[in-house]
């Protein structure tokens, strides 16, 4: 082999050889990656236990109105009469009669808003009629009422016969003989003997068997003691259900009170209280003359829904 052909193949072993070692140290300096390995899976019983841990969120239940768009509605003891706006206007509620234990007079004077409601509600056709000066213990009474009968529906959002007494027991007693004259009224009893009173010339009732009556009550005392289911029930009436009343469902619907807008002042809102809505039935005379234990039962687990 020739000089110069040594010389050149040891050149290229030591390149090839500097690369060899240039190659090693450049590996040694690279940081080392941990592997990517996979998390394992969690176990069966693991998967249960996470289960078992999370909060169960139950939704409120929601009900249905129980007021119909078609249904014959009777409304007692109204105040700006923006219960009546609301069904009649948001709820598409086509055959509503309105009244007012107030006088018309009494009823511009207290509720500033009623000129606008009443203009809008007697503008369509055709007009809701509103009645005033109408007691809702004497509701078969009037001639202009029981001409419109039968009723499907009598309602009567928040009872209360007014500060006539400081004394709560008083209170409550008057306010339950409220609720059971206006219940013997839906059913046209006489108060006194508990018989039927002598109906239109028709022989219809003033409100149809299987008819509700409605009435919603704030949460808490003094309401709670007036115990309404048991004096609907001492009336004939059975309990149908009762649930919380959603004052949003109702839009434009304000609560007024008794004495007025004016006289009470505008720094109170009722519609931020809690409050019920009870729904009554009217029964047949066979039913509400006997059976009544049978079903008080299953009266009293459906009456408190949520």
Wanted: glycine share 8%; charged share 30%; hydrophobic share 30%.
């Amino acid at each position: 082999m020739s000089k110069s052909k040594t010389k050149k193949a040891r050149r290229e072993a030591k390149r090839e050889q500097k690369n060899k070692t240039a190659a090693h140290y450049r590996k040694i300096a690279k940081p080392s990656q941990p592997s990517a390995s996979k998390p394992p899976k969690p176990t069966a019983q693991k998967q249960k236990q996470k289960q078992a841990q999370k909060p169960t969120i139950q939704a409120s239940k929601k009900h249905d109105m129980p007021f119909g768009q078609y249904e014959k509605i009777l409304l007692v003891g109204e105040g700006d009469f923006s219960f009546t706006h609301s069904l009649v206007q948001h709820h598409g509620c086509a055959n509503v009669t309105a009244t007012s234990y107030d006088s018309y007079s009494d009823v511009l004077s207290k509720y500033p808003t009623f000129p606008k409601i009443h203009e809008e509600l007697s503008a369509l056709t055709p007009p809701v009629p509103f009645y005033h000066s109408i007691d809702a213990t004497k509701l078969s009474t009037y001639k202009k009422l029981k001409g419109e009968a039968p009723y499907d529906v009598v309602g009567f959002m928040f009872p209360h016969t007014g500060g006539l007494s400081t004394d709560v027991n008083r209170q409550v007693r008057s306010n339950q003989k409220l609720l059971v004259e206006f219940f013997l009224s839906c059913l046209e009893m006489d108060n006194k003997t508990g018989e039927v009173k002598s109906r239109n010339k028709l022989g219809e009732e003033f409100l149809r068997v299987g008819g509700k009556v409605i009435v919603t009550l704030f949460e808490g005392e003094p309401y709670t003691l007036w115990n309404i289911r048991d004096l609907a029930r001492h009336a004939g009436l059975r309990v149908v259900k009762s649930f919380n009343f959603e004052w949003g469902d109702y839009l434009g619907y304000a609560h007024v009170r008794t004495s007025g807008a004016v006289e009470g002042g505008g720094g109170w809102r009722g519609d931020e209280r809690r409050a019920r809505m009870f729904v009554f039935e009217k029964a047949g005379d066979g039913e509400r003359e006997g059976g009544k234990g049978k079903k008080r039962a299953r009266e009293e687990s459906d009456s408190e829904d949520d």
